[in-house]
Every structure is written in structure tokens, then in C-alpha cells.
């Protein structure tokens, strides 16, 4: 090729590169997968190697992504944070390592092997023991401060336990989404008809950077530490003795951690925690390797964008290529007509795969996919399998367009789209689909949990017309239980008196089972407790909904509306009359809550009561415990090497109590 035309394709490399960046770090809404963006990557920068007199600072290949955002202030990080080389070759890293041995001038070196988490890099500053500040990464010099959201995060603790503490130390991590918490939003999203969030790390990443607090606190975030900036005096030696320190001081460390010499140890390691690393709390997307010593780590130092002394071995997202012969459409318990691809069954991540999802109506006619197309199924984040893309030059001649359904596949009824929603719906709300999901969902597990009601038997009760909602359910008889296919006298009396024993169910249940939009078990579980009984929350206002912990202004006019709705409401009542019980939640008596209203900040170390005792102990009496100071602060229980937040609590004018004086109060 020509210098020119090189230069050229350089050029055009760098600005695609950047606009992939943009979409990921800014925007958390990745085109591309990482694979395919780090083969982009590589090419560039394959190119600029063999193309030296251009000037490399415009280019992408050595700056870190830029996360930073409008609505956050900047804060400059103590020491940089940075990026680490990857690769997804196993020669590539046999020469890793001979490089960092050539340059210690050692055989041998020893390593550390760890989990790559897929999550958002942070910067927690804890000064005295006491959490500071947290800031993202940011170009590596300074980053966002979304100290805000981060103190949202349970088990980031706010003050560090024991011993061994430094002036100031720059703690690095990522914040990550569990699995069942990333499915618990979709499944809220679905039922709203919003596009689905496509994989926990672009939600965590998202949530991050969110300015509305009410919607960050709806969404549980995680986090797990491992990495070191700043620390002032230094108080640990490598990267071992680092992590056992970090669990010590009680944050929530990596699960699994190698300690290994020399090439072959360390790609061992690599290799068995792949095989594991499904098990993890949290997404991974491969394996750094790091070297041990710090004395080691800066004899080799590092460049303007990644430290010489680890490397990321990554893992691709799993891929299979098959043949999708059919397309099915789903109707679900909303109403959502959902696309489904029936494939040629092949392997994909340890299982055989044979269906997989197409989203929904915009997103698969935007990727045009055809019956009879060759597709790229991959696992998303590692949970439900979806077509990724079409592989159109494998497309059969006369293939044509999927005529998305203009009519219920269920009932016939037309369908619908909603404006701003993704999805088309059918808007019977008698449609078979939509009863027969209803009530599997208020049977299900996370609800009624109804023994013997499955999704078999209620697709029997619906055909033959024995039950239409939910009500019906308590209305059934011997006769028509014992008439349905594999049904004999015992199993009909055990499924009637499973029925009947879901009369005394928990609260939260039933108001999960009723199948409320946007009301997930956890909300469920709030409005349980804040008021106590159906009724009562029939009756609430948006402004007492609103009020409720946990929920926002979407999911109170989503509970407004569906107790609008008359046929709602009938079958709720129907369901009292039917000897519906729940069970409230516990509540505490106005004799047993003495603190209610008061909110407590606990800080340092107390002399017999551990932080989540003491925090009990407030509960149990019907008082709040916040993470952090503020003018709302009622009481600050201050214990021994309190840090910031007492010279804060001073500063406000809070009211600074000791264990004995909480235990005084909680007696
Ligand atoms: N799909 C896209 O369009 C797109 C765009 C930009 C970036 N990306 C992805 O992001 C990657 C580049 O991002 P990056 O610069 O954040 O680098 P990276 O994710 O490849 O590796 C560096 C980061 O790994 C994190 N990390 C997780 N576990 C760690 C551990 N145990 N020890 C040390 N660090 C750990 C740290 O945050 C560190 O900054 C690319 O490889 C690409 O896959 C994808
Ligand atoms: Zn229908």
C-alpha cells in the first residue's frame, strides 16, 4: 500500500475507533462487540507501527477511553489511572512475559492471576479509614466524582475496618451488576414494553452515571476492589499481600487469585479460571496478570497508557453460527409480541442452543433477519442467547422480508404500537397468551407459588375454559381438576389444597402475582411494607407512592393506573371475596418504634457491637441508618479512630453519640 493511502486508512481507522469509544465509555451503548472492536483496534495500530512518522497523541491507540460526562464535577486522580495492554493469545503472552523477565533480569518471575472484571473502573479514596470520595477514570488523569451514586453501593463499606491504615489511599475497582439483578430490570423493562438493557456491564455503567439518585437507588450495584493508586505511607509490598489487606480492612475482594512462577504456571491459571469464572458474582471477560512485586512493578514502570507489568489475557465472547429456520412470535402476559429465532441446534458456551431471542419488533427489523439467513447467536453477558447479526453474503437467493404480524398470533386481534415503546403489543386483554401468562406468572415461584400449577396445567384450565383470571383460580372443583390429563384423586386434592393454602400467602407475593407494571418482587416488597395491605394501597396517592423507598414516579403511575382499571380492580375484589388473607409484613408497634424517623450514621470502630449489629439494633427499632453525614443526620455513633464524618457531624451541628449511649436509647 501507499504511504498516502495508509495515512488515509489511518485517519478513517481513528475516527471509527473514537466513535466506538464514544458510544462505550460516554454513552455505556456499545455498537460493536469487544472482540470485534479490539480487532479494529489492533489493526490501527498494526498500521501506525508501520507508518512512524505520523504523530501518535491524536490517536486513540495510546490515550485511555474518556468516560467523562456533562453533570459531574472533575477530580484529578492522585496517580493515573490506566488502561492495560490485552491479548487474546496464548503466544502473545509467552512473550509478556519473556519481556518482563528480560527486563528484571530474572527467570521465573512471579505473578499474580485474577479475574478481569467486565464492570466500571473507579477510584475509591478512603482518608483516615474514612471513604472520600469515588471517581471513575476518566481519561486516566481525572475522572468523574460520582461519590453520590457509589455511596448507594451496600457493600462498599464507608469506613475501614481494623488496623494498618495509610493518611490516603487511592483504591481501585470496578462496580459491577449481579446477573439476577440485571434480569430482575429487564424483566421490569419487558412488561413496560421499554427496549431491554443488553448486558450488565453497559447497565452498571449506565447507572454510574445517572443524575437521578431515585432511579440509581432502585438499581442494586456492586463492587469488588483489587488495584492500588495512591497510598501515603505505603503499606503493603505486592499485590498478594495488597489483597489480603483489602479483605482485611473488610471490602469485597476478587473470589478466586493465583499465585504463580514463570510462563507456563500463570497460563494454567488463566486456563482454570475460565473454566470457572461462570460461577462468579460477576461478569468477567478474562484474566489479568499482574507481577507480584511492587518493587518489581516499577522497575518496569510504564507507558502513557498501560503498565508494563500486567496484561489482560482476554476471553472472546462465546459465538456460534447457525441456521435460523423459523421465526416465532410470542405473546407474553403484557401483551409484548416477542420474536423468537428457531435455530439448527448448535454449541454455544457449554450448552446446546436452539432458540434464541430477536428482541423485539424494532430491533429486528432494523437487522432485516430472514428465514433461511446464516446467524451469529452469542450469549450476551453470558445469559440468554440472541442473534447478534445476519451473515448476509450466506443469505439464500429469494429470501424475503419477515412480515411482523399485524394481528395477535393468539386472538387475531390487531396489534398495536405504542408510542416510544419498542415493541408491538396486543392490547386484549382477554388473549389466551395473556391469561395463560398471567396466570403462570401469579402461580410461579417468585409469587403465589402455587405447587402444582405449572405452565401445563394452567394451558389445560385455559382451554378448556375453566379459568380466565386469576380469581377463577380459587373457584376451580374436584370434578374439573381431576378430569385434566394426568390428574388422579390424590394430585387434584393436593393441587385444591395448594390453592387454598395460597389464601395466607405473604403480602409482597400477592402484590407481585397481580402482575402490576414495572412492580418487580422487590418493589413489591417495599409497598408491602410501607402500607400494610391491598386496600391500602389501592387508596394511596401518587404522592404517597412516590414516597415509598424504592419507587419512582413511573412505576407509582404504573400501580395508579392498574387499580384504575376497572376489570383490575373487580378481580381484586373478587379475590377477597374469594378468601384471599395475605399476610402483612411485620410491623412494629408506635410502643416499639422509639426511633422512627430518626436517621443514624454509625463511623469508627465501637467497642462490642460490629457496624451491622449496630445497625440492626436502629432498625429493630424502627430508625434509619444512612451512609454518609448530612443536615438530615440525627445521630452520629461515633466508635474509637473516627475520621471525617465526626469533624462533619460537628460541623453541622449533629448530635455525636457513643455505643452505650445507643444501646441506652435502644433499650
Ligand atoms: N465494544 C466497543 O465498542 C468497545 C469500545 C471501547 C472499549 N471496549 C472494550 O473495552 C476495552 C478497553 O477498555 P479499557 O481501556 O477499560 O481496558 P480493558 O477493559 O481492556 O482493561 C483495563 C481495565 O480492566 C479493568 N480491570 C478489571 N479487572 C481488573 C483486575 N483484576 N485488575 C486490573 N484491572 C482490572 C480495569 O478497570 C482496567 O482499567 C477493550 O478491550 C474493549 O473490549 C469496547
Ligand atoms: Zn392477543
Known amino acids: 500500500m501507499s504511504k498516502a493511502s495508509d495515512h488515509e486508512k489511518i485517519e478513517q481507522l481513528r475516527a471509527e475507533v473514537r466513535r466506538h469509544d464514544e458510544l462505550y465509555y460516554r454513552q455505556a451503548d456499545p455498537e460493536i462487540s469487544d472482540f470485534d472492536y479490539d480487532a479494529l483496534k489492533r489493526e490501527l495500530a498494526d498500521l501506525e507501527a508501520a507508518n ?57 518471575a512471579r505473578f499474580t492471576v485474577e479475574p478481569k472484571i467486565d464492570g466500571v473502573a473507579v477510584s475509591v479514596t478512603y482518608e483516615k479509614g474514612e471513604m472520600v470520595r469515588a471517581v471513575t477514570r476518566g481519561n486516566g488523569i481525572e475522572g468523574d466524582d460520582v461519590t453520590a451514586n457509589v455511596r448507594f453501593i451496600e457493600s462498599l463499606p464507608q469506613s475501614l475496618e481494623g488496623g494498618n491504615l495509610p493518611e490516603v489511599i487511592e483504591i ?138 500486567a496484561i489482560a489475557v482476554k476471553f472472546a465472547a462465546e459465538q456460534a ?53 446464516t446467524v451469529i447467536v452469542e450469549k450476551a453477558g453470558e445469559i440468554i442467547p440472541a442473534v447478534v447479526r445476519v451473515v448476509r453474503e450466506k443469505r439464500p437467493e429469494g429470501s424475503e422480508p419477515f412480515v411482523f404480524p399485524s394481528e395477535c398470533p393468539a386472538c387475531g386481534t390487531e396489534v398495536s404500537k405504542i408510542e416510544g415503546e419498542v415493541a408491538v403489543r396486543c392490547l386484549n386483554i382477554e388473549c389466551p397468551d395473556q391469561v395463560r401468562g398471567r396466570l403462570e406468572h401469579y402461580a410461579s415461584r417468585q409469587c403465589l407459588d402455587i405447587e402444582g400449577l405449572g405452565e401445563a396445567v394452567v394451558d389445560q384450565l385455559v382451554r378448556i375454559g375453566a379459568v380466565s383470571n386469576i380469581a377463577d383460580i380459587y373457584r376451580l372443583e374436584y370434578e374439573q ?63 404517597q407512592l412516590v414516597e415509598v423507598d424504592g419507587i419512582g414516579e413511573k412505576t407509582a403511575s404504573g400501580i395508579k393506573a392498574y387499580f384504575e ?61 444512612a451512609g454518609s453525614v448530612s443536615k438530615k443526620t440525627d445521630f452520629l455513633v461515633a466508635g474509637e479512630a473516627a475520621g471525617s464524618k465526626l469533624t462533619k457531624a460537628e460541623s453541622l451541628g449533629v448530635a455525636v453519640i457513643d455505643e452505650a449511649k445507643l444501646l441506652e436509647m435502644c433499650s
Open 565 to 625: 382499571d376497572e376489570k383490575n380492580a373487580a378481580i381484586v375484589k373478587e379475590l377477597f371475596e374469594l378468601g384471599m388473607n395475605p399476610e402483612a409484613p411485620e410491623r412494629l408497634s408506635e410502643e416499639d418504634a422509639t426511633l422512627a424517623g430518626k436517621t443514624f450514621v454509625i463511623t469508627g470502630t465501637l467497642p462490642t457491637l460490629k457496624r451491622n449489629e449496630a445497625k440492626a439494633l436502629v432498625e429493630s427499632k424502627g430508625g434509619k441508618v
Open 321 to 373: 453460527e447457525t441456521i435460523l429456520e423459523r421465526i416465532t412470535i410470542q405473546v407474553g402476559r403484557t401483551g409484548t409480541l416477542t420474536p423468537v429465532a428457531e435455530l439448527v441446534p448448535v454449541q454455544l458456551a457449554g450448552t446446546t442452543v436452539s432458540r434464541a431471542t430477536l428482541h423485539n419488533y424494532e430491533e429486528m427489523t432494523r437487522k432485516d433477519v430472514r428465514v433461511g439467513d
Open 172 to 309: 481501585r475497582g470496578e462496580i459491577f451488576m449481579r446477573v439476577e439483578e440485571f434480569e430482575r430490570l429487564n424483566a421490569e423493562r419487558s412488561e413496560a414494553g421499554l427496549e431491554l438493557f443488553k448486558n450488565p456491564r453497559n447497565l452498571a455503567a449506565g447507572t454510574v452515571k445517572m443524575l437521578d439518585r431515585g432511579e440509581v437507588a432502585k438499581r442494586k450495584l456492586d463492587i469488588v476492589l483489587y488495584g492500588l493508586g495512591e497510598c501515603q505511607p505505603a503499606v503493603v509490598s505486592s499485590q498478594a499481600e495488597y489483597r489480603k489487606q483489602l479483605e482485611a480492612w473488610g471490602l469485597p475482594i476478587v473470589e478466586k487469585f493465583w499465585e504463580v512462577e514463570g510462563a507456563a504456571e500463570a497460563w494454567a491459571a488463566v486456563e482454570e479460571l475460565d473454566q470457572i469464572r461462570h460461577d462468579f458474582a460477576y461478569p468477567t471477560d478474562g484474566a489479568v496478570v499482574k507481577l507480584d512485586s511492587f518493587r518489581q512493578q516499577d522497575m518496569l514502570g510504564a507507558t502513557s497508557k498501560a503498565p508494563r507489568w
Open 52 to 108: 512512524p512518522e505520523l504523530p501518535l497523541e491524536a490517536s486513540p491507540t495510546v490515550a485511555v477511553g474518556d468516560d467523562r460526562v456533562e453533570g459531574f464535577a472533575s477530580y484529578r486522580h492522585l496517580l493515573p489511572m490506566q488502561s492495560l495492554d490485552n491479548t487474546y493469545s496464548e503466544d502473545e503472552f509467552v512473550a509478556f512475559v519473556a519481556r518482563v523477565e528480560k527486563g528484571l533480569e530474572i527467570e521465573g
Open 481 to 543: 381438576v381431576v378430569s385434566l390429563e394426568k390428574f388422579a384423586e390424590k394430585s387434584a386434592r393436593n393441587l385444591l389444597a395448594a390453592i387454598e393454602a395460597s389464601k395466607a400467602v405473604e403480602l409482597w407475593r400477592l402484590l407481585h402475582g397481580l402482575g402490576i407494571p414495572q412492580v418487580g418482587a422487590s418493589a413489591a416488597k417495599d409497598l408491602a411494607k410501607a402500607f400494610g395491605g391491598v386496600q391500602e394501597l389501592m387508596d394511596a396517592t401518587l404522592e
